[in-house]
T-cell receptor, first 113, second 112 residues
Framework: DQQVKQNSPSLSVQEGRISILNCDYT??????FLWYKKYPAEGPTFLIS?????DKNEDGRFTVFLNKSAKHLSLHIVPSQPGDSAVYFC????????????FGEGTQLTVNP | DAEITQSPRHKITETGRQVTLACHQT?????MFWYRQDLGHGLRLIHY???????NKGEVSDGYSVSRSNTEDLPLTLESAASSQTSVYFC???????????FGPGTRLTVL
């Protein structure tokens, strides 16, 4: 039972354009969502998060949008840069999970120069 | 600077052998987690700990064990390695009250 799903295994965009990575969840108890970025041969690094009391959180070129009614979140990267090429994981938690995270499968983003 | 390290970074072993993967963090975090990453599955939780002498099973705990004798370390043991345990293993840590976790660089384990 995959509670967090990233339906696109890969995404390719041109440098300077917008990258949109999507994530869907099924557990209505999830109230905190995170995005992690992972380069090859490295561990995931925290990128940005959003609480369920918000519908948008922005940090520089990165913005996360949350649509609770659709159980959907997205990560926007504007403008995209070649250094953004990595695997992006979305993750979710709820108040009963004790800081445990449930991760999606990941999306490989490739930004072409 | 505080960090989280894993050793070894690469390990090749044979079916049936016992293997221990080390995880050490200097963040002084109470919470520590072990995940495995497999294509198509993302990161799946193996075991986790909320403090010294506390251990809990995650969603894919069969064949694995952990022990927490101090704050800094959470070694992961494969009692009898199986080919299905070939994977990349990540350790993570975090503070109580926040869900953000900080990950180590990973250990690539191959079981032949």
């Amino acid at each position: 039972d995959q509670q967090v799903k990233q339906n696109s295994p890969s995404l390719s965009v041109q440098e300077g354009r917008i990258s949109i990575l999507n994530c869907d969840y099924t557990n209505s108890m999830f109230d905190y969502f995170l995005w992690y970025k992972k380069y090859p041969a490295e561990g995931p690094t925290f990128l940005i998060s959003i609480s369920s009391i918000k519908d948008k959180n922005e940090d520089g070129r990165f913005t996360v949008f949350l649509n609770k009614s659709a159980k959907h979140l997205s990560l926007h990267i504007v403008p995209s840069q070649p250094g953004d090429s990595a695997v992006y994981f979305c993750a979710a938690s709820d108040q009963t999970s004790g800081s445990r995270l449930t991760f999606g499968e990941g999306t490989q983003l490739t930004v072409n120069p | 600077d505080a960090e989280i390290t894993q050793s070894p970074r690469h390990k090749i072993t044979e079916t049936g052998r016992q293997v221990t993967l080390a995880c050490h963090q200097t963040w002084n975090h109470n919470n520590m987690f072990w995940y495995r990453q497999d294509l198509g599955h993302g990161l799946r939780l193996i075991h986790y700990s909320y403090g010294v002498h506390d251990t809990n099973k995650g969603e894919v705990s069969d064949g694995y064990s952990v022990s927490r004798s101090n704050t800094e370390d959470l070694p992961l043991t494969l009692e009898s390695a199986a080919s299905s345990q070939t994977s990349v293993y990540f350790c993570a840590s975090g503070t109580s009250g926040t869900d953000t976790q900080y990950f180590g660089p990973g250990t690539r384990l191959t079981v032949l």
